[in-house]
């Protein structure tokens, strides 16, 4: 019979589903807002996109469900995100895996999907000790469970300096209230993505964004350092149990010199410890040094978060292989 009892391919639509994927989100400690249904919701926004669910029976009696994105890049061929967006992805269970379950479970996920990415997460034990996969590349989170002060210790001299610099110049810092703060953080969003010369295709849509702040809450939540009556910076938190994650960030050139990002992140630290979360994660950097060296400044240290792949697209003859082998394991 083996370590997995059974594994059965399920679709977020139904209800019962749904709901046991909600719950197995709420009980594991291992899960952040990434695993949640409201975050594959977000991006299940096209007709070749549906959310499957696979659920394993293990031999020891746990349950762990493993959600993807599924989106179909061709008339044949889907590809499965485990963390749409780049984000973690994995299982979860009702109980702590150990390492024989895990790595059984992780082979059988990556025979089940025939083309998938999935960012292992760092939170998850046996994910994150993994030394294998397609991109090594690493989150930077802070642990809150300490005395502030010495959290505060742990940031560099420049980045205090300019948080009370920016006090000086005026940067209040405040939840966003309402769809004008939306549309002036969105702009400033797009300020952000010319000066680092992005793609503008490559950007996320207004439309996404409007998404978001729809389900803006308890869990969803956007921050804004403001100046002269203007949005000058801010942040995205997505909170979910004892761990919030700073997934999205934005400045406006015209108030760099202000500081106004170094405040904020220096409040939105010190409100997440307030909270007694544990953990403050800064989110990966897409190989930017310079991202990387400013939420270093504040003390983040790096965790693993390596990416596992298998690409849709190949040539014709891989791929008629891959669907042949496929469906023989199936």
Known sequence: ?????????????????????????????????????????????????????????????????FPVLARRVNRFETECSSGPAGVYGGWLSDAPLDDGEAEALADRVCSELPFYIWRLNPYERWQA?????????????????????????????????????????GVVVRLAAGERDWED?????????????????????????????????????????????EVAAGALLLFHNRHVVYWHGASHRRHLAAHPAS???????RLAWGKKLLWYDFNPSAGLVGVVFFKASFGAEKMAARVWRRRANLPIGQRLLRRVLHLIRR
């Open 263 to 269: 405040l904020l992140q220096y409040s939105l630290l």
């Open 185 to 229: 953080y969105y702009s400033c969003y797009l300020d952000s993505g010319a000066r680092w010369g992005a793609d503008e295709s490559r950007l996320l849509s207004r439309d996404f964004f409007r998404r978001l702040e729809g389900r803006s809450g308890a869990k969803l939540q956007l921050w804004l350092a403001a100046r002269e009556g």
């Open 129 to 169: 000790t993994q030394s294998g996969g397609d991109e090594a590349d690493f989150t930077q989170a802070l642990r809150l469970d300490r005395p502030w002060s010495e959290i505060e210790r742990g940031m560099s001299d420049t980045r205090k300096w300019e948080a009370r610099k920016a006090l000086r110049e």
């Open 1 to 65: 019979m083996g370590l997995i009892r059974s594994c059965d391919c399920l679709f977020a639509e139904e209800a019962c589903i749904r709901a046991d994927w909600h719950a197995l989100a709420q009980k594991d400690p291992a899960a952040t807002f990434f695993h949640m249904p409201e975050w594959y919701d977000l991006f299940q926004d096209g007709p070749g996109e549906r959310i499957r669910i696979y659920r394993f029976s293990m031999a020891s009696g746990k349950t762990a469900l």
